[in-house]
């Protein structure tokens, strides 16, 4: 079975600031995919960022990046340069990525930016 | 081009009574994916359909539930009997590639 764990409930940051978001993750899988979400206080999810178990490099999507230690088995989440549009709760994911399409998501982290 | 779209947005009902919850994946992706949110259990999977056939439906609660999918362009989660436990927010996702999953606006569903 697949666990996600996120042990930040929540978390405050100066606006312009950068904020990392934990994530770990269990699986015995060697193939697997890991995704972040945003949802803002609107309700909908919004996809942020993935990274596949076998890329080499850290994903990057604008001021997003995603810190993979896979030994660790750590999917952190980096916001940089914040902005009081960021304020929302964030939620981390993974799912196998053979004939398996489930997501399985952590309790999530909410971020509140301070001006 | 227009995401997933969900309908209603919010729902309120008695106890007892059918619910039944409706979604248009965007047109083009081949799996859909119905979610259930509340606060004591996050996000949870219900089921999951390729191609309008039904995969996985492990994470339905109890026969109460059931979702059909008719057509490429149109899924309904239906819950008859509705009780108070079953007010939740419930998305429905759709994805073409086994990568990013597009989640519509939600359903907020209250049952009194």
């Known amino acids: 079975a697949q666990k996600i764990t996120q042990t930040q409930p929540g978390m405050f940051v100066q606006e312009k600031e950068a904020v990392t978001l934990d994530c770990t993750y269990d699986?015995?899988?060697?193939?697997?995919?890991l995704f972040w979400y945003k949802q803002p206080s609107s309700g909908e999810m919004i996809f942020l960022i993935y990274?596949?178990?076998?890329?080499?490099q850290n994903a990057t999507e604008g001021r997003y990046s995603l810190n993979f230690q896979k030994a660790r088995k750590s999917a952190n989440l980096v916001i940089s340069a914040s902005q009081l549009g960021d304020s929302a709760m964030y939620f981390c994911a993974m799912r196998q990525l053979h004939n398996d399409y489930k997501l399985s998501f952590g309790a999530g982290t909410t971020v509140t930016v301070r001006a | 081009d227009a995401g997933v779209i969900q309908s209603p947005r919010h729902e309120v009902t008695e106890m007892g009574q059918e619910v039944t919850l409706r979604c248009k994946p965007i047109?083009?992706?081949?799996?859909l994916f119905w979610y259930r949110q509340t606060m004591m259990r996050g996000l949870e999977l219900l089921i999951y359909f390729n191609n309008n056939v039904p995969i996985d439906d492990s994470g339905m609660p109890e026969d109460r539930f059931s979702a059909k999918m008719p057509n490429a362009s149109f899924s309904t989660l239906k819950i008859q009997p509705s009780e108070p436990r079953d007010s939740a927010v419930y998305f429905c996702?759709?994805?073409?590639?086994?990568?990013?999953?597009?989640f519509g606006p939600g359903t907020r569903l209250t049952v009194l």
């Open positions: 990274q596949g178990s076998y890329d080499e």
């Open positions: 047109s083009g992706h081949d799996y």
């Open positions: 996702a759709s994805s073409l590639l086994p990568d990013e999953q597009f």
């Open positions: 699986t015995s899988d060697q193939s697997y995919g």
